[in-house]
C-alpha cells in the first residue's frame, strides 16, 4: 500500500514554455502533498506543501507565481512551472502522507527529470 | 530553522564491511524517518523510529533513536552492493508540521 506515481518520468521542453508535473496517490487520500527539488548528489529540498482543498504553502525563496501548485483532491496535485528556464532543470519529486489515517510518513513518487533547453 | 547534520556525507566501502551512518540535530523529533534513493528514482522508506531508545532492525540494517530524540544511526551490516544508494534521514515535529531531510549519505558499495 502507500504508492505514490509522478507522471511524465522526463520531460525535455524548451526555455519559455510551461510544463505541468503530476502526482497522484493511488491507494491512499493523502491530506498533504509535498513538492522537492533535487540537485545531483544532493538532498530534498523542500519547495511547497499542499493541503487538499486549501491554498500551498511556498518555502522561503521559492516563487509561487513560477511553480503553480494545485491539490484539487485526495489523490492528485500538480506542480506547474511555468516560463521555464534551464536554471529550472532538476529532479522533481513529490510526496504524500495521510494524517487523518495516522501515516505519518511520506511516500514518495518516483520523481520527474525536467530538463529546459 | 531545524537542522539534521548527516554524517559522513559520502562512503565507499568494500563488499562485507560493516558501517554505521549517523543523523544529528539540536532539535527533538517526534519521530524519525530513514529513507534510500536511487539514482533518477524516489526515496523509499525504509524504518520509523518513534520512541527515544528504540532500535528497529531490519534484516542487515539496525536503526536506533536516541534516547532524546534528537539523533539517529543507521548501522548496516556485512554490505552487500545493493546497499548503494543515497541514505537520508527526515525528522518529523508532528502534526501537520513539515518534516525535515537530513543532508544525505552517499554510501557506495563495491564488488
Known amino acids: 500500500g502507500a504508492v505514490v506515481s509522478q507522471h511524465p518520468s522526463w520531460v525535455i521542453c524548451k526555455s519559455g514554455t510551461s510544463v505541468k508535473i503530476e502526482c497522484r496517490s493511488l491507494?491512499?487520500?493523502?491530506?498533504?502533498m509535498f513538492w522537492y527539488r533535487q540537485f545531483p548528489k544532493q538532498s530534498l529540498m523542500l519547495m511547497a506543501t499542499?493541503?487538499?482543498?486549501?491554498?500551498?504553502?511556498?518555502e522561503q525563496g521559492v516563487e509561487k507565481d513560477k511553480f503553480l501548485i494545485n491539490h484539487a483532491s485526495l489523490t492528485l496535485s500538480t506542480l506547474t512551472v511555468t516560463s521555464a528556464h534551464p536554471e529550472d532543470s532538476s529532479f522533481y519529486i513529490c510526496?504524500?502522507?495521510?494524517?487523518?489515517?495516522?501515516?505519518?510518513?511520506?511516500?514518495f513518487g518516483p520523481g520527474t527529470r525536467l530538463t529546459v533547453t | 530553522t531545524q537542522l539534521l547534520e548527516q554524517s559522513p556525507q559520502f562512503l565507499s566501502i568494500q563488499e562485507g564491511e560493516n558501517l554505521t551512518v549517523y543523523c544529528n540535530s539540536s532539535?527533538?523529533?517526534?519521530?524519525l524517518q530513514w529513507y534510500r534513493q536511487e539514482p533518477g528514482e524516489g526515496p523509499v522508506l525504509l524504518v520509523t523510529?518513534?520512541?527515544?531508545?528504540e532500535v528497529k532492525k531490519l534484516k542487515r540494517l539496525t536503526f536506533q533513536f536516541g534516547d532524546a530524540r534528537k539523533d539517529s544511526s543507521l548501522h548496516i551490516t556485512a554490505a552487500q552492493t545493493g546497499d548503494t544508494g543515497l541514505y537520508l534521514c527526515?525528522?518529523?515535529?508532528?502534526?501537520?508540521?513539515?518534516?525535515?531531510f537530513g543532508t544525505g549519505t552517499k554510501l557506495q558499495v563495491i564488488p
Open positions: 510526496s504524500a502522507r495521510d494524517l487523518g489515517r495516522g501515516l505519518y510518513e511520506q511516500y
Open positions: 532539535s527533538v523529533f517526534s519521530s
Open positions: 523510529v518513534v520512541t527515544g531508545g
Open positions: 527526515a525528522g518529523d515535529s508532528g502534526g501537520y508540521q513539515k518534516v525535515t
Open positions: 499542499s493541503n487538499e482543498g486549501s491554498k500551498a504553502t511556498y
Open positions: 491507494d491512499f487520500q493523502a491530506t498533504t
